[in-house]
């Protein structure tokens, strides 16, 4: 009977990692001792460990960089997925700093995908802008947008590293964004997305995939935003 309330070997491991996290007080990317060295400290042995310390990544406590440790990692930013509020605003709500990097900016023609999503006829042209998204420092996102640049030709001149994308749209154009759809997925990066997001080829990340509409149910922006499965946590309320 009290074996059943007896705390598992990694239990007690991942306990150990949480308060010396504490009792050092150390903050975000603070390089944790080695796994021979934590065995050592707490006597246990390197499979327990091990356990403690992917349970720890898996809850966003701990990232692991190849060849070089285990690091602490920044509390998730946490994104309602039934919420159309911009992630500039999530941002500041966490009370984390938010900068953006303009990777391209450039006038396509749509190809199928965007078609059906914008609703628009195959090879007319569209405004695409990718940006990367960075939180205290982190780079977070990957995010790409398409709009009609028929339909909104000054964008082109805008620079979204410094304004708001949705800003732009609200007070120049006089859009007003009421609804979306909004798909997540998992998928793995491809060698440029983990240069830019500062992880490992094919590390596993989260996919978002959408599109916002205006008042009259008029698609406005097809999104598609990688995000790094270390530094966001989604949320949805349910209701009956």
Same mark, same amino acid.
């Given at each position: ?30 390089? +944790? ?23 720890? =990544? ?8 190849? @060849?070089?440790?285990? $690091? ?8 309602? +997925?039934?919420?159309?509020?911009? $992630? ?8 984390? /700093? ?24 195959? @090879?007319?042209?569209?405004?695409? *802008? ?21 339909? $909104? ?13 949705? @800003? ?11 609804? @979306?759809?909004?798909?997540?997925? =998992? ?9 830019? *997001? ?21 698609? =406005? ?18 209701? /009956?």
């Amino acid at each position: 009977m009290t074996s059943e309330f007896r705390s598992r070997p990694r239990d007690e491991a991942t306990e150990k990692i949480e308060c010396y996290i504490i009792e050092h007080k150390l903050p975000p990317h603070s390089k +944790l001792p080695s796994e021979r060295d934590m065995c050592k400290m707490w006597n246990f042995n390197r499979t327990t460990l091990r356990s403690a310390i992917e349970r720890l =990544i898996t809850e966003g406590k701990l990232y692991h960089r190849k @060849g070089s440790g285990t $690091f602490t990692a920044s509390p998730k930013l946490i994104r309602n +997925l039934q919420d159309l509020k911009p $992630f500039s605003h999530v941002v500041a709500e966490a009370g984390k /700093r938010l900068t953006t990097q303009v990777i391209s900016a450039l006038v396509i023609e749509s190809n199928k995908q965007i078609t059906k999503m914008l609703h628009l006829p195959l @090879g007319h042209k569209v405004y695409e *802008l990718t940006r990367l998204r960075i939180v205290d420092g982190e780079p977070v996102i990957v995010e790409t947008c398409y709009v009609d640049f028929e339909r $909104f030709p000054e964008l082109i001149h805008h620079d979204f590293g410094q304004e708001s994308f949705y @800003g732009v749209l609200e007070n120049d154009y006089g859009v007003c964004i009421v609804k @979306g759809e909004e798909k997540i997925a =998992i998928t793995y990066t491809t060698p440029e997305e983990s240069e830019y *997001l500062k992880i490992e080829e094919e590390s596993p990340v989260f996919l978002l995939t959408g599109v916002v509409k205006d008042e009259e149910d008029v698609p =406005i922006e097809y999104f598609k935003s990688v995000v790094r499965a270390d530094s966001v946590r989604f949320a949805s309320v349910l209701t /009956r």
